[in-house]
């Protein structure tokens, strides 16, 4: 039987070596590189059974490196244990990025070996749970669910119960009042849940892109919430995964193009959603328009998600654009109302942290599935977004679908279940 590969990322001339003899000596094919980008070339080249990595490292950590190999389909499974000597190692931030395991210098020999066979079984035994009985072994490293998809599901239905609480208080604040609470009750929850794992951010540019389109894309919603049900803002916001499965090659690469199986399913999801919808569907008011323009800022905000994702802890990143949506809101407000903030009524309170709340819990997700999969990939699993849209319409407003809106969600079901147990594609 062939010996399992490792990947040593070590920028220590001295310990690499060690490590590779320990390796060697009970088996293991060991491969040397000497920083984080080299890793992940190599391991994007030929995926090996196993990376070791060290924390701190030139070009690309540790913990960057696991989250761009997370990132990418062929190398989105492969066991990751990481190396420190630090006295207070980032744990959370390597639990969010995918870290199977945690090893403290100076490396003992048997922890190692047992750590890492360990770890390899674990995932070979994942993957055998999902492996026909009458069919090929799965791929190598080969995920049975596709992740990226299902958190981005999980988001749809956040946001969906954030826009449900966005239009109980649209009947008396404004949109900028609306997004300023949003934000003064999300940013604690998000710098909680931040602070653990570090709030620094590399790509600090794309991240202020990502804050600037997402601030339009909030705005747009916030504001056409006022005149349209929660189905129609679904329904125009379907327009963001087409934009994403365009835009996303240009700017993210190659790596980035839609497999065929995607354009089917968007194809699907957006019958569905005009089957859906078409008995309430309405063109031509300023409401239509400021959706539209807020589903293309979405998309152009989501490709910016996608590419944060490589790089950057999604905590970090939610606390971020938080924070700028806080600061942009009461700038905006002051600036146009000639007034300091108001208190919102006492009876709303509870409606605005519930908004703050579902909103902060569905942008991890959002951010934790553009991690996960490809950008059109995941967009097109926002497809369920009006299935949970027509529920919230009846929870909330008591406003019930008709056939038309069941063989729409029939679709849309069809359309998401399809694109979340089909094989992911190499690129």
């Given amino acids: 039987m062939a010996s399992d590969t490792i990947l040593i990322a070590e920028d220590s001339p001295t310990q690499a070596e060690a490590l590779r003899l320990i390796l060697e000596s009970e088996g293991f094919h060991a491969v040397v590189v000497e920083h984080g980008q080299a890793a992940l070339d190599a391991a994007l080249a030929s995926p090996p059974d196993a990376v070791l990595a060290d924390v701190t490292m030139p070009e690309l950590d540790g913990i960057s490196l696991c989250r761009a190999l997370r990132a990418d389909p062929r190398t989105a499974e492969l066991p990751f244990v990481i190396l420190t000597g630090l006295d207070d190692p980032p744990l959370g931030e390597g639990l969010v990025a995918g870290v199977d395991g945690w090893l403290r210098k100076p490396v003992d020999m048997g922890e190692l070996i047992e750590g890492l066979r360990a770890v390899i079984a674990r995932h070979r035994r994942r993957a055998a749970r999902w492996r026909p009985l009458d069919g090929p072994a799965p791929r190598p490293h080969g995920a049975p669910v596709r992740r990226g998809p299902l958190f981005m599901i999980l988001a749809g239905l956040l946001f969906t119960v954030m826009l449900g609480l966005v239009k109980v208080a649209r ?11 949003r934000s003064v009750t999300a940013l604690p929850l998000s710098f909680v849940l931040a602070r653990r794992a570090g709030i620094a951010v590399k790509s600090r540019r794309t991240l202020l892109v990502r804050c600037v389109l997402g601030f339009g894309a909030v705005f747009g919603f916030f504001t056409a919430a006022k ?12 327009l963001q995964p087409i934009l994403i499965a365009v835009l996303a090659p240009l700017a993210l690469g190659v ?12 194809g699907l999801g ?10 309430d569907l309405s063109s031509g008011s300023i409401y239509g328009l400021l959706a539209l323009f807020a589903a293309v800022s979405s998309a152009g905000a989501h490709v910016a998600v996608r590419a944060l994702g490589k790089t950057d802890n999604p905590f970090a990143l939610v606390f971020w654009f938080q924070l700028f949506l806080c600061v942009a809101a009461v700038a905006a407000f002051v600036a146009t109302e000639r007034t300091l903030l108001p208190l919102p009524p006492a009876h709303l309170w509870w409606t605005l942290v519930g908004v703050g709340v579902s909103t902060t819990l569905a942008q991890l997700a959002m951010t934790r599935a553009y991690q996960l999969d490809k950008a059109s990939t995941v967009a097109a699993a926002s497809y369920a977004g009006p299935l949970f849209a027509v ?3 009846i929870l909330f407003f008591a406003a019930w679908p008709d056939a038309w809106a069941l063989g729409g969600g029939a679709l849309i079901v069809l359309a998401g279940a399809w694109l979340v147990f089909s094989p992911r594609q190499p690129p």
Avoid: H, I, N
């Fill in 391 to 393: 529920v919230g319409d």
């Fill in 255 to 266: 790596s980035e193009k839609s497999d065929k199986s995607v354009w089917v399913v968007l």
């Fill in 270 to 279: 957006l019958a569905g959603s005009a089957l859906l919808l078409s008995p």
């Fill in 227 to 238: 005149g349209l049900t929660m189905a129609q803002l679904s329904l125009v916001s379907k």
């Fill in 171 to 181: 009947e008396e604040l404004s949109a900028l009042e609306v997004v300023c609470w």
